[in-house]
DNA sequence: TCTTGAGCTTCCAGTTGCTGGAAGCCTTAT
DNA sequence: ATAAGGCTTCCAGCAACTGGAAGCTCAAGA
């Protein structure tokens, strides 16, 4: 198989492919024409790979856990404290997001968007926002 | 007020400062002994960055909202359009990160964590993931 | 057989938004 | 005088690709 064959089946760009051999997550052999010649098992852990990232783990975690997944001797444990870092971080980074999201909509349904200057978006960003009234005690 | 000052007042680290001169957000004199000097113009235009960076606005949209604050004859369209672009792409990829989350958490859930090899996890990312039993039919 | 087009190769640069570090000047305090 | 700390510039690197250029190879059609 040539690249653009597992590409299409695993639904990766060549280009990302040629990049995850560059790093080291795969190792294709190569035809008496130097193009890569990739087997079964090639795609099988391009797939792999190709759903850990839809899952939205890193690179690092990617190779960690498909050494785990080709080690017999592994403990599940092992996988699980990868998942549950990794799940813990996306919780943090839904967090932000939404606290983001909630002002952003605040902002942007006081804002009445027409042709005039005023615009509560820019009182917001220019501050000092939420301070207290130098009129209070 | 010299670099450390600012970068106190405004919470941006100096670097973070130097570089948002360096791509033209702010423009800063110098004294005589090449130090940047910043005047309250620039310290407000800081802590207008730093606000919009909070709010996850990308660089360039801060380029244009600083614009559009420095404009006094913007329409308060532009600012809500570049706003709810922004709200609706934290809409997005807060949709993308639950969809992890939840699989993630059902994986992680369903993985019992031990020193046996066994794991949902990795046989979620093996594949082939949701497919139609091919007993079925 | 020749040609054309597609597919493959490598290498380099750019993306986003900083951040770290090195080398060196300036200032202030002791 | 000297040492510490702040300031300067420049270069490199992070993540995870992506685009493009230059050039080789292969398969099919005239």
Same mark, same amino acid.
């Given at each position: 198989?040539?690249?653009?064959?597992?590409?299409? /089946?695993?639904?990766?760009? =060549?280009?990302?492919? &040629?990049? %995850?051999?560059?790093?080291?997550?795969?190792? =294709?052999?190569?035809?008496?024409?130097? %193009?890569?010649?990739?087997?079964?098992?090639?795609?099988?852990? /391009?797939?792999?790979?190709?759903?850990?990232?839809? /899952?939205?783990?890193?690179?690092? #975690?990617?190779?960690?856990?498909?050494?785990?997944?080709?080690? *017999?001797? &592994?403990?599940?444990?092992?996988?699980?404290?990868?998942?549950?870092?990794?799940?813990?971080?996306?919780?943090?980074?839904?967090?932000?997001? &939404?606290?983001?999201?909630?002002?952003? &909509?605040?902002?942007?349904?006081?804002?009445?968007? #027409? #042709?005039?200057?005023?615009?509560?978006?820019?009182?917001?960003?220019?501050? =000092?926002?939420?301070?207290? *009234? =130098?009129?209070?005690?």
């Amino acid at each position: 198989m040539n690249i653009g064959d597992v590409a299409a /089946l695993a639904g990766l760009p =060549p280009k990302t492919i &040629r990049y %995850y051999e560059e790093i080291g997550l795969i190792r =294709p052999v190569r035809s008496a024409n130097g %193009y890569r010649v990739f087997r079964d098992s090639d795609l099988h852990k /391009l797939a792999f790979l190709g759903r850990a990232r839809t /899952l939205g783990f890193s690179i690092e #975690d990617c190779r960690t856990l498909l050494a785990l997944y080709e080690d *017999d001797h &592994r403990a599940s444990a092992q996988v699980k404290a990868v998942a549950e870092e990794h799940l813990s971080q996306i919780e943090e980074k839904i967090a932000q997001l &939404r606290t983001m999201e909630e002002t952003l &909509r605040t902002l942007v349904t006081a804002c009445h968007g #027409d #042709d005039r200057p005023d615009c509560p978006i820019l009182n917001d960003l220019a501050g =000092p926002g939420p301070c207290e *009234d =130098p009129s209070t005690a």
